[in-house]
């Protein structure tokens, strides 16, 4: 009998499903992409409606391309954009405003109020986390506080909230599940570490009722089946994970002190400390890596705001009409000429934490034109990628072994070498570009009990190497000059 895996990978700017053999083959890969709006400054939106419709539209499409009988379909992982939010009616099903996206800062005010009157004061070490509009509870806080009709409606039982797994699984599951999993619990400023669970004390923090947040299982669990209607039969659910967790394990980040970042429309850089909770004294974030049904596994990790999105943002400049044109107009530049891009359209993230901070451009001459500024564009990523391995290593008081790097920015023909040149590491680029969907794959895997933990190794991809080309000063001197670009830039906020 065959058997095969579906991976749902929901993420900011597209829903993707993947379908892979028992061996770790691609047997089939569909994409459908979404909508994003941003109606204020600030504020970054998605309609609910449309991400499921795109996942169910994506996973039939796989189906259909893969040519496999959905019989076949002995388990769906499902990977995800974390940190977002989407309320529901419970009655219906229907959403009760737009997502509102991990990148959406309209909790802002919320945070500072928290903080002058630290109230928040013990809430890093027991959540991991950063008093941050990046994290989903000033989301949801903001939205019952200017919604009072939806605050009514929690306390009295008729709505439901949650991350966009939950979502997904309620929506497949025809209303009948509504849970979620630790990685992406632990992403809320709701969840306590030590506890392993959801804390009464943080909802009260941010004023919210607990009724309106999902039960917690394991990242591998068997959370139930997908109704009928939606795959022509029901279909088991076994695993689900936020999607960086599903980059790092989709990289073969297995053992204590492998570390992965993965490049889309922000980086996220992820070192796994298994069984460990280690918390940063260098501004990095503590978080859930998985759960395979044993207990919580944990991870440090940095968290970029702006890298393809930064891409995006110069092609709706008109600079390129595409990330392939930018690609070629970077290579073509020697160098930046001392351009430098700090993308902080959003906020700058880890190490900073400057949610005030918004985005500058340093160092213009008449000789910076299009290709110095694809080529400034391409370096800010890598040098936010240097910034956070450099927080790990003093975190974990040793040297990396290497970085291992995924996602569609680092198909870059430029960035994996300047990431190791500015890094000092040795770079390994994925030649699976779903290391993501890979991951969620796995998960599946072991809660539908077809693959042990102990077994995953040879379902990771292959990797190619980059090595750094730069001497110690030169790659100083650029590093140093991107530390200073970025203090005149925080120094110029008020």
Same mark, same amino acid.
């Given at each position: 009998m065959s058997a095969y895996l579906l991976a749902?990978?929901?993420?900011?700017?597209?829903?993707?499903?993947?379908?892979?053999?028992?061996?770790?083959?691609?047997?089939?890969? +569909?994409?459908?992409?979404?909508?994003?709006?941003?109606?204020?400054?600030?504020?970054?939106?998605?309609?609910?409606?449309?991400?499921?419709?795109?996942?169910?539209?994506?996973?039939?499409?796989?189906?259909?391309?893969?040519?496999?009988?959905?019989s076949d379909i002995k388990a769906i992982g499902i990977t995800n954009q974390r940190e977002t939010l989407v309320v529901w009616e419970r009655d219906t099903g229907q959403a009760t405003?737009?997502?509102?996206?991990?990148?959406?800062?309209?909790?802002?005010?919320?945070?500072?109020?928290?903080?002058?009157?630290?109230?928040?004061?013990?809430?890093?070490?027991?959540?991991?986390?950063?008093?941050?509009?990046?994290?989903?509870?000033?989301?949801?806080?903001?939205?019952?506080?200017? +919604?009072?009709?939806?605050?009514?409606?929690?306390?009295?039982?008729?709505?439901?909230?949650?991350?966009?797994?939950?979502?997904?699984?309620?929506?497949?599951?025809?209303?009948?599940?509504?849970?979620?999993?630790?990685?992406?619990?632990?992403?809320?400023?709701?969840?306590?570490?030590d506890l392993g669970t959801f804390s009464q004390d943080l909802l009260d923090l941010f004023a919210l009722p607990g009724s309106l947040l999902p039960s917690i299982k394991p990242s591998a669990h068997r959370f139930g089946h997908t109704a009928s209607d939606v795959f022509g039969q029901p279909l088991p659910v076994t695993g689900m994970l936020g999607d960086q967790q599903a980059a790092l394990l989709g990289q073969g980040c297995l053992v204590a002190g492998d570390v992965?970042?993965?490049?889309?429309?922000?980086?996220?850089?992820?070192?796994?400390?298994?069984?460990?909770? +280690?918390?940063?004294?260098?501004?990095?974030?503590?978080?859930?890596?998985?759960?395979?049904?044993?207990?919580?596994?944990?991870?440090?990790?940095?968290s970029v705001f702006m890298a393809g999105a930064l891409l995006d943002w110069l092609i709706d400049l008109g600079i390129a009409a595409s990330p392939a044109e930018l690609d070629r107009?970077?290579?073509?530049?020697?160098?930046?000429?001392?351009?430098?891009?700090?993308?902080?359209?959003?906020?700058?993230?880890?190490?900073?934490?400057?949610?005030?901070?918004?985005?500058a451009i340093w160092g213009l001459t008449r000789s910076s034109g299009r290709s110095e500024l694809a080529r400034a564009a391409l370096e800010a990523i890598a040098q936010q990628a240097a910034d956070l391995?450099?927080?790990?290593?003093?975190?974990?008081?040793?040297?990396?072994?290497?970085?291992?790097?995924?996602?569609?920015?680092? +198909?870059?023909?430029?960035?994996?070498?300047?990431?190791?040149?500015?890094?000092?590491?040795?770079?390994?680029?994925?030649?699976d570009h779903e290391a993501t969907a890979r991951g969620a794959a796995m998960v599946a895997a072991v809660g539908a009990g077809l693959l042990g933990?102990?077994?995953?190794?040879?379902?990771?991809?292959?990797?190619?190497t980059f090595v750094p080309s730069l001497v110690s000063d030169e790659r100083n001197e650029r590093r140093t000059h991107w530390r200073q670009a970025v203090a005149k830039a925080r120094g110029l906020k008020a």
């Open positions: 749902i990978d929901q993420g900011t700017h597209a829903s993707r499903a993947v379908l892979f053999g028992l061996d770790g083959r691609v047997l089939a890969n +569909r994409i459908v992409p979404l909508k994003t709006s941003c109606p204020m400054p600030g504020w970054v939106e998605q309609d609910p409606e449309e991400i499921f419709l795109s996942v169910v539209q994506a996973s039939r499409d796989a189906i259909r391309a893969g040519r496999v009988d959905a405003a737009p997502a509102i996206v991990w990148q959406d800062r309209r909790g802002q005010e919320i945070c500072a109020e928290l903080s002058e009157a630290q109230a928040s004061v013990g809430l890093s070490r027991r959540t991991g986390l950063r008093l941050d509009p990046y994290f989903t509870a000033s989301k949801l806080a903001w939205l019952v506080r200017t +919604r009072p009709d939806l605050l009514s409606a929690a306390r009295r039982g008729r709505l439901q909230a949650g991350t966009i797994d939950s979502w997904l699984l309620y929506r497949l599951s025809g209303g009948q599940i509504w849970a979620t999993e630790p990685s992406n619990a632990s992403r809320t400023l709701l969840y306590d570490l992965k970042d993965t490049f889309g429309t922000g980086a996220f850089l992820l070192a796994y400390t298994g069984g460990e909770i +280690r918390h940063s004294a260098h501004g990095l974030l503590t978080t859930v890596a998985w759960d395979f049904g044993s207990g919580p596994t944990y991870a440090l990790e940095g107009l970077a290579l073509s530049a020697p160098s930046a000429h001392g351009t430098v891009i700090i993308p902080s359209h959003q906020g700058l993230g880890a190490p900073w934490w400057d949610a005030e901070m918004r985005g391995t450099e927080a790990i290593q003093g975190d974990l008081g040793q040297p990396l072994r290497d970085l291992r790097i995924d996602g569609g920015v680092a +198909r870059s023909a430029l960035l994996p070498q300047m990431l190791a040149d500015l890094s000092g590491l040795s770079v390994q680029r994925s030649l933990p102990g077994e995953l190794g040879p379902f990771v991809g292959q990797r190619e």
